[in-house]
């Protein structure tokens, strides 16, 4: 079984360069099967790590919230797991 593990968070205003440096040094022990980075307008950095690991695994590790004068708000977290293609 896998799941995936979505982390998205909003930098202060002019820090979103900040947020992503801060993101991506965050290291994960067990590291994921995969890890993925993205950032989009207004400064948000979302981060998707994929585990061989059931949906309601509460051993896998997730990004902390980052230091509340970075970000302008709680970080938003979602877990997903796979579905099969019905083709």
């Known amino acids: 079984m896998s799941v995936a593990l979505m982390w998205?968070?909003?930098?202060?205003?002019?820090?979103?360069g900040e947020l992503l440096a801060w993101a991506r040094a965050q290291e994960l022990t067990p590291r994921?099967?995969?890890r993925e980075?993205?950032?989009a307008p207004q400064d948000r950095v979302l981060v998707i790590t994929w585990w061989d690991a059931g949906y309601d695994?509460?051993?896998?590790?997730?990004?902390?919230e980052p230091e509340r004068d970075l970000v302008?708000?709680?970080v938003?977290?979602?877990r997903f797991e796979p579905?099969?293609?019905e083709g």
Do not use: Q, Y
């Open 8 to 16: 998205e968070a909003r930098a202060a205003a002019g820090r979103g």
């Open 32 to 34: 994921p099967l995969r």
């Open 37 to 39: 980075t993205f950032r």
């Open 57 to 64: 695994d509460a051993g896998i590790p997730e990004l902390p």
């Open 72 to 74: 302008t708000r709680a």
């Open 76 to 78: 938003h977290r979602w």
């Open 83 to 85: 579905v099969a293609d």
